[in-house]
């Protein structure tokens, strides 16, 4: 299998950005990490190797990415704003250094929005601010609402509440959006959730599926037993679903 590592100073965030490649072709699928990983999680979850037949096959070509979740939604040291600050950084890193590459080394017209836990909030949270950048989204036991409290899931932002965190929050601006071209390019996308009957963000992800719906947006919505919120659930999923 192709692997490929790319390291360079971002000038979006102000600091040294890390991804890894794998794959020579095929649908480009951005893959955000969970809160706890970084751009090498993917594969030693043995995510990558359960696709690995598509990926050899040239059916997709992976871009797992780095994140900065430690400097902005779990900084809590930091002031909220300065959370959702440093957040905006990061997608602009991704929207401006982190695709472009992804276009300049691969010109196939499918780009997948990918992820895990938080890394299923980045996919949907990006796709859903810019679904022209995309043709699916394929987002496992996410949380789509960052303010949303229940177990020992917190506020992320403590209460505090501007419209950027608004616009940062799926669950919330797109019920509101009324722009027909962005709706348009939603509901032209492939869009599947995963979900454990007992993950404590079932009901957040029914709350974002009624939203989609009531939009006449169609996508697709898997719940699986239990809480299904660890890499072995994943590994099974990717197959199936990406």
Known sequence: MHREYHNWWSPNLNRNMELLIFGHGGAKVLVFPTRDGGFLEYEQLGLVNSIAEKINAGQLQLYCVDSVDVESMYCFWAHPHGRITRHQQYEEYILQEVLPLMAQKNDHPCTISHGCS??????????????????????????????????????????????????????????????????????????????????????????????????????????????AHRGRYWRQMVPLYL
């Open 118 to 227: 938080l890394g299923a909030y980045h996919a949907a949270n990006i796709f859903f601010r810019h679904p022209h950048l995309f043709s699916k989204l394929a987002a496992f036991s996410g949380r789509y609402d960052l303010t949303w409290e229940v177990e020992s899931f917190n506020n992320l932002f403590d209460g505090f509440y501007n419209e950027d965190i608004y616009y940062h929050t799926p669950a919330h601006f797109l019920k509101n959006l009324d722009c027909p071209d962005r709706i348009q390019n939603i509901a032209n996308s492939d869009i599947v959730f995963t979900i454990g009957k007992q993950d404590p963000f079932l009901q957040n992800n029914h709350l974002l599926s009624e939203i989609l719906n009531d939009k006449g947006v169609s996508h697709r919505m898997y719940e699986w037993d239990g809480r």
